[in-house]
């Protein structure tokens, strides 16, 4: 019943927006803001998308966010499959955004704690799982938009070390405590793996794989003293 009243009501905010042309205007004025640049427009799009998807459950949600947001990327020449992931993927991450956040409330109320910390705890931590729809429209092969298989080991490879360096760069440890511009350090050679360039890849897995050595033979040294 919960489920057929939240479709029921996703339906009514669907119809609006399409009888009214409110979601080619929320396009084209998105599209006009952003002068046409894909970065900018994922950004605002996943502004759109978490809004949208505050509150709402998993089947209302995407019913929302396909039908305002995922058409402003198709329009971008964003393929069809990795548009729609991506506006549905950031309406459920309004689970742990805040002010809304209904997941870190739910959690905070097991744990006794103050629901906006934990809200805000949540989307730090989840930083890097924002990134992930970014990955998957700049590079369609890892949401298996190819024709080989094989075509997605070497982008999922360096997407995983990219969220590590990435990870690592804001919780502050990779085999040991890291300093600022350590942090800095990795969190810019995750960034430059999200892109999908071969010589952006290499040099971030270089940097990531010196930094790990690094750290593992100050805290080894740090032990033995």
């Known amino acids: 019943m919960s489920v057929s009243c939240a479709c029921s009501t996703a339906g009514i905010v669907v119809g609006i927006v399409t009888m009214t042309g409110l979601g080619l205007k929320l396009g084209e ?5 952003t002068h046409g640049m894909l970065i900018p427009t994922l950004f605002f799009t996943m502004i759109t ?29 964003v393929p069809v499959m990795a ?11 309004s689970d742990v955004t805040p002010p809304v956040a209904l997941a870190a409330y739910a959690g905070s109320a097991i744990a006794k704690s103050n629901p906006m910390k934990t809200g805000f705890e949540a989307c730090k931590l989840a930083i ?10 700049l590079n369609p092969v890892l949401i298996m938009q190819t024709d080989s298989a094989l ?27 890291l300093k600022w511009y350590e942090r800095v350090i990795l ?8 892109y999908p360039e071969s010589i952006t890849d290499y040099i971030g897995i270089v940097i990531i794989a010196v930094m790990y050595v690094l750290l593992r033979r100050r805290k080894s040294a740090r032990t033995h003293q």
């Open 29 to 33: 004025g998105l599209l006009t803001l």
């Open 49 to 77: 998308s978490i809004i949208l998807g505050m509150g709402a459950p998993t089947t209302a949600n995407y019913l929302i966010t396909a039908t305002i947001a995922a058409p402003i990327l198709v329009k971008m020449g």
């Open 151 to 177: 075509s997605v080991i070497q982008p999922l490879i360096t997407a995983l070390l990219g969220m590590v360096g990435i990870s690592a760069g804001i919780t502050g440890y990779l085999a040991d405590n």
């Open 187 to 194: 969190a810019v050679a995750g960034l430059m793996m999200l």
């Open 83 to 93: 548009a729609h992931l991506f506006s549905f993927y950031f309406g459920i991450m």
């Open 128 to 137: 890097g799982a924002f990134l992930v729809p970014y990955m998957f429209v």
